[in-house]
């Protein structure tokens, strides 16, 4: 099953705000004193973070292509026959902020469903793969 998820779109926006507690949640018991220091380091290195985090966001992309690439050459792969319900293929994706899809092959024939938590997504992918294990009668 193919599933990543690297940070939350929340935190990831957080620290593309540079905000300290996101950053540094330690911070909040901190003297004043030490807060602006550390914000001062932060700002320092904002274009650093900055730039990771871009790399996050274009590694996931590359990652969501290269996953698309492979379900389609899973795809293309002669179904053997097998019992009704057989599933070949599951993964899961993020596919837009708060929205993950299950991707399966079902007798052949692709499935999805979306899902609005990646939690949701993923325990949806292993029930579905568990139906499977479990001789598909759903």
């Not at 996050?56 to 293309?76: C, Q």
């Not at 609005?116 to 793969?129: F, H, I, K, V």
């Amino acid at each position: 099953m193919n599933s990543h998820n690297l940070m939350s779109d929340q935190r990831l926006d957080k620290i593309r705000a540079l905000d300290l507690s996101t950053m540094l949640p330690e911070s909040a018991e901190w003297a004043d004193t030490e807060r602006a220091s550390a914000a001062v380091w932060l700002a320092k290195f904002a274009p650093v973070i900055r730039e990771l985090v871009g790399e996050i966001d274009d590694l996931e992309n590359v990652l969501d292509e290269a996953e698309d690439e492979v379900d389609a050459l899973r795809a293309r792969i002669p179904s053997e026959p097998g019992h009704p319900g057989q599933i070949r293929v599951v993964s899961v994706r993020k596919v837009a902020p708060k929205k993950w899809r299950v991707c399966w092959v079902e007798d052949g024939r692709r499935r999805s469903k979306t899902w609005s938590t990646p939690t949701d997504a993923r325990g949806y992918a292993e029930w579905l793969l568990r139906q499977q294990q479990l001789g598909g009668g759903w």
